[in-house]
């Protein structure tokens, strides 16, 4: 069983930048992709970024020049760096993990979520 923890969401203005991290515990964390999702209010769970123990990285259009995804195999750590945020980028963001790199939400373990406000 896999646990996910996310830290690093807040309040921040549009144009700031934010850093997410989620720390994983009780797996081989190198053998799983790891990705972000995340929940705007009213919306459903829309994919925003993954990436694989050797670092193939994917992210939707919506983020693409804005936010990267990244991991530290060592620390069992992945990280979302967002940078230019949006008013829209505002959701509860999600980190997940699973065997299969996939934009659908079928990923098999799931953190809690960090909520991230961007203000205009």
């Known amino acids: 069983q896999v646990q996910l923890v996310e830290s690093g969401g807040g309040l921040v203005q549009a144009g700031g930048s934010l850093r997410l991290s989620c720390a994983a515990s009780g797996g081989t964390f190198n053998r799983y992709v790891m990705s972000w999702f995340r929940r705007a209010p009213g919306k459903e769970r829309e994919f925003v970024a993954a990436?694989?123990?050797?670092?193939?990285?994917a992210n939707t259009d919506s983020v693409r020049g804005r936010f990267t995804i990244s991991r530290d195999n060592a620390k069992n750590t992945v990280f979302l760096q967002m940078n230019s945020l949006k008013p829209e980028d505002t959701a509860v963001y999600y980190c997940?993990?699973?065997?299969?790199?996939?934009?659908?939400?079928?990923?098999?373990?799931w953190g809690q979520g960090t909520q991230v406000t961007v203000s205009l």
């Open positions: 997940a993990a699973g065997s299969v790199l996939t934009t659908r939400d079928t990923y098999a373990y």
């Open positions: 990436i694989t123990s050797g670092g193939i990285t």
